[in-house]
């Protein structure tokens, strides 16, 4: 998860174990047909049927995934399928027994006709925290909500029996003709109350989640590229209308900045907003080949959520350089439930934030200085990290502890990691060329469809490159040295000092001076108040009515929150309270504290053009 976010999109790429021939003298059906009945819900589960291809052996294993690409957790996804069942062409029940908790075998397996499940949602069991919490990271995960919505992330409705998952998938969606179904894959069915999905294989199934939900979406188009865009709001407090203004600047400044390495031409985001309550609570982004799935809370205010959209959509769509673009075998034949690792995390996630971050600066959509914060953020981050772990040994390892509790640093050393590498090349090629052009000459060398081997990665990029990028990936990525960030960002002219910044208004420190009552109102607690409180006179006990002329409750008050800590020092606040059973109206001028922290900023102009090569070039 970016921020939370992950990788599912390489698996539509990959081949697995191909099924076996044999002579007979029977048609065989070289597909696997599946139904999902999305109108008829029982108990808030879904029934799925699946019509078998011809099976030709004694006995067939059907698995659902223990885990998917990107999410880097064992999920387990056969856990939430009940009343597995299978039969014959006559409908005779055929012996079943569960193997573990994602496969189930299937005696006299020639005689099969079709199998019967439900699937549980997994929205509805999550405990809070998203991903390592014990839970599925909620963008890979799936929602059941009759009538309204159903988040179907395929690989936990539908499976595949052993050795036959390079079938061809016909996938039939029955559903209530007032929802619409969002995917970037085709309907090839006319109706308005049943969908037809066709993909080549299981894999191609995998890689193409699909939302539905009453029409909340938009349509636009980027050089070439189609781009659909779908909301659900269950309290319909946003709409894919208002948000698409941010979403569309982020893709167009995505295109610019990726020039020729990208060439997609279908992308569809999917944006799940989530109550909180029995509901999604992992939130960020999993990225696929043509489509990003993303959750977020319902209650974040319109200007936030699309500032995230920005950051963490950004994320997954930089994912079609690495590892849709260019990756290695561990990728390529991806296992769903015996994977084997790759030791190059650094590259497929971290890489992948750091275009996300430097995209923003590079075409105007945040400052110079806004960008420097996030990578001290990151620096800060890093450190409190295990900066002595091998990064290519956590990676290879990263489903076992202590490796796995280590994972989130792929989004902070692991950016750093390619800013790093960034301003070798910058310096070494007199600002002419980065990363970006290693990693479009990467898949020139490979691309979508030739895998490298893991141990030779290093090599070809210092061949594509230079020595001190070698040098910097055996001393620092693969070895056990810290990152002398300091080193390298001196390269640019940039240097280490202290920087300001405004702290909360209606925060001491980081202690909330708010609250809120059970009739939903906030309340100004009895605590030390900030400066500004104090000076506007609020007191403890006043119920705060309206800020500036907006109301708020605690359904808002991660608004009010945002909203105060974008004030300036000296803006005028009005503040309606209610004190002791009357109205009252607070009015004053904003002053804020600050805090000071470890920063970066230009301080050598002799480097300016080098840095210009760097964040603009």
Known sequence: MKKIILSLALVSLFYSCKPSSSVTSKTITPEVAVTIDLNTIKEDKVLVTVTAPEITTAEVVYNFPKIIPGTYSEDDYGKFIEDFKAFDKKGNALTVTKMDDNSWSIKNASSLEKVTYLVNDTFDSEKGGGFGAGSVFSPAGTNISEGKNFMINNHGFVGYFTDKKDLTYKVTILHPDTLFGATSLTDTDPSTSADLFVTSRYNELVDNPIMYSKPNYTTFTVDGMEILFSVYSPNDKHTAKAL???????????KAFLGPINSNKKYTVL???STMKKDAQGFGALEHNSSTSVVFPEMMPSGTLGKQIIDVVSHEFFHIVTPLGVHSNEIHYFDFNSPKMSQHLWMYE???????????????????NEFYERMAEKIGGAKRMNDTMPFTVMSENVLKEPYKEQYLNVYEKGALIGMCIDIIIREKSNGERGILDLMQKLTN???PKKPFNDNELFGKIVSLTYPEVGDFLTTYVSGSTPIPYEKFLSKVGVSNAKTKKANNPLMNGSTPCITGNSSKEILIRDTELTPFMKSIGLKAGDVIATINGKGYSLDSIYEMMTAVQEW??????????????????????VTLTYS???GYHATDSSKDKLKTAWLKG
């Open 568 to 589: 300036k020092e000296g803006d005028q606040a009005v503040i309606n309270v209610k004190r002791d059973g009357k109205e009252t109206t607070l009015t004053g001028k």
């Open 350 to 368: 971290g890489v992948t934030e750091y275009f996300a971050n430097l995209f923003q600066v590079n075409q105007g959509l945040i400052t110079e």
């Open 244 to 254: 698409t203004p941010d979403l569309e600047k982020m893709m167009r400044a995505q």
């Open 271 to 273: 944006l799940y907003l």
């Open 596 to 598: 000071e922290s470890e």
């Open 445 to 447: 060398e490979y691309g």
